[in-house]
């Protein structure tokens, strides 16, 4: 029946775009799969890269790195074949692939290096850049970067889907139009429509033969046809997949798995999630400029109820600031913070806030009273909600708004706020640089948090670091000091659930990335 | 009766000036700026500061109104921030799925409402004329949003249809068409069915009964033709809001259209593409209203004269 409708539906619009007859519609399931992205990317503008705030996952598709990550967040050579630092980071050499070759056939070399990173001169993206002085080209496939000042970041930037290489011939000639109407990379589909917030076509690039080490599969990919459709609505997408519609759904919410299971020929993959969700608190603001205070708000939050009770069990307690795939987020366990109502209520008591009769605490003849915002999606209604509860169990009244996201980013700057409920999907321990910095006090430094020590460790963190491994030491010294200050209580760490039709697609049971990107879907095919 | 529309069209101008003030003043000073949704993570404050700059957001915000109403009048409604197209193109790409879904939704609905009406008309007071605007009424007080999930939950996913959502070829029109028809039809189904009612007790109406003609002659040839005079002008009035209803529909079929995109737009507080959308809305609106007062006169002058004075 779905196979009937498929085919009808295609047939007509073929013939209502161009006047095909009924009679060539068949033959569409050879490697043609269709998926739905995640719908926090619905509505990524455009494929450049270079010049891109948003992206959706087709950007990894049309695009390679020059370094790829996997789950764990480990680097692993693409575009470059290796890689080496000095011991001060003051330079780096880049041994590139050779062979590669541009969806216009435009060869990929040293030179595409050099004019691929002058073209971040000043984009929104060119703070990933920022710390490269001079681009030396020692010979045809290896480059030498000198730098201003070490960054070992540069790894991770470079492995970001911000830094997918684009061809510079293709961008010098297209202009204001790269990445809407035509975008050229090295990666395994060739972008063959776009139209933004709807969905964008790819074709299989048959010359790829340079898939990185993570994939089993080399090149060229199996699946020839890939529609990337956007559906902001998660329940129609859901429906869409329910339907055979489409093929593959990423970022299928926790309440549909139960559904997903019932249904025979659907299969969930989970992965590790890249979001915490958290409730940041204002330091700036009374009663949570008494440090003891801060401590008893974060250690009242029960993150095992809300994982169990919200979430069934799906992805996992949070306990400080990072994804736990970092390094950076193995601390010392003393900084971890875990729910410990006894310890909150000692905590309040010595803080001069005592139990009323109505159990809210009172000091000097004011109640315990504080506002929590959160954000109008149902999730962090229900998390808000709970939080509530666990408050007032130890005391402590919170009253919930809602607001929408654009509202409470600016809601934030004016510091009115006490506390609030939100996430950040983020792989990368400078994050903490982003939400504690006190350059960035109101958002999205949300806690207003700005003391010297502080600021001494972020710096050093930041821009003092010579290694990779001095950098994840640094990181996480800044870390366990943030921690040490209660500036926040860490909720929860979601999973990210990819479903998909087993009966169609085969997904390798690994999935070699943070993400399902291109590495694993290469090695995906439509079974027949 | 090409002055008396002159004249209409004139009477627009004020109105089009107090509109886009009202939509600039209400999109600005809602909480929220575009670029926290360009900046990424890792920005400088100092990048922030540029940005704000670069789209003339540091200018006082009567002078950002100006600025966007001159261009307005050379044609050009800039350039959309976030989403970094000319909003002109945006829309364009736009507005042709939005007016095919809200001319056939009104097809429908003015199909439904009006068969509806003068069928509860003709059984006036009996338990058909009871039925029908009692499910009529029912259909226009359940959100789009919910007979859309309910259409999708019936006819695509449980009968399998039609397809759940997308733009591609007629049959993935029929349900939101359903969905916004549906609840358009309850203001024409009344507005018929009084006006027919109405046209039924007068004398002329009398006199044909009293001359022998058939009831059904009376009711199609001579009712209802008196009686659509007030229903061209609900219609004309709906031009507007049938693209303004789709909002939402849009959404939740993830189609393309004005609806779609003003959400996004709506979202990322990218302020010149929101003007854009809502000054689109706001023109359908007042269009509708002078094809409605346009109709109104032709079809009846003593309404031109009223209109007049």
Known sequence: MNYIRKTLNSTASLALVGGLSFALAPAAFAQEATFVIASSAVGAPSYYPVKATMLNVSNYLIYDRLIEQDEKQQFHPHLAESWDAAPDGMSWVFKLRQGVKFHDGEPFNAQTIVDWL????????QFMIDAIDKIEMVDDHTVKLLMKQPDPNLLFNFSSSFMGVPSPKAVKELGDDYGITTAVGTGPYKLESFAVGQE?????NDDYTWGSELSQNQGPAKIQTLTMREIPEQSTAFLELKTGGIDLLYDVPTDFLPQIKATPNLETLSLPGLVVMYMPINTSVEPFTDVRVREATALAVNQKEILDNIYKGVGAEAHNFLISSLA????????????????????????GWTMGPDGVRQKDGKPLSVTLWTQ???EFKRVSEAVQAQLKAIGMQAEITVYDSSTIRDLYKKNQHQLAVRSYDWANADILDWFFSGKRLGYPNISMWNDPKSEELNQKAMTGSRTWEERVANFKTYHEHILSQWLFAPIYQPVQNISYNKDKLRVPAEIRGPGLRGQTILDMEVME | ????????????????????LIIFLIVHLVPGDPIDNLIRIGATPQQRAELAAKYGLDKPLFEQYFLWLANLFKGDLGDAIVVRRPVATLIAQNLPYSLTLGSLALLFSTFV?????????????????????????????????????????????????????????????????LTIGLGGTALIARVTRVAMIDISQKDFILLLHAKGLPNWRIQIFHILRHALIPVITVLALRIGWILGGAVTVEFVFARPGLGTLLIKALNQRDYPLVQGCLLMLAIAVMLG???????QAAMDPRSRDALKS
Not at chain 2, 289 to 295: W, Y
């Open chain 1, 328 to 351: 950076e987020a193995n601390v010392d366990p003393k900084y971890n913070i875990s729910y410990d109502p006894a310890k909150a209520n000692t905590l309040l008591d010595e803080a």
């Open chain 2, 113 to 177: 409402g009006v068969s509806a009406g003068a069928t509860a008309a003709v059984h006036r007071d009996s338990l058909v004329d009871r039925g029908i605007m009692g499910l009529v009424l029912l259909g226009s007080t359940i959100p789009g949003f919910w007979i859309g999930l309910l259409l999708i939950l019936a006819f695509a996913v449980q009968l399998g249809w039609f397809p759940v959502s997308g733009a591609r070829g007629w049959s993935s029109l029929v349900l939101p068409v």
């Open chain 1, 376 to 378: 109008g999606d149902t």
């Open chain 1, 200 to 204: 964008t076509v790819l074709t299989r």
């Open chain 2, 289 to 295: 209203t002078l094809i409605g007062d346009l109709l």
């Open chain 1, 118 to 125: 002058a073209l971040f001169q000043g984009t929104e993206n």
């Open chain 2, 1 to 20: 009766m090409l002055g008396f529309a002159a004249k209409r069209l004139l009477l627009l101008l004020p109105v089009f000036f107090a509109v886009s």
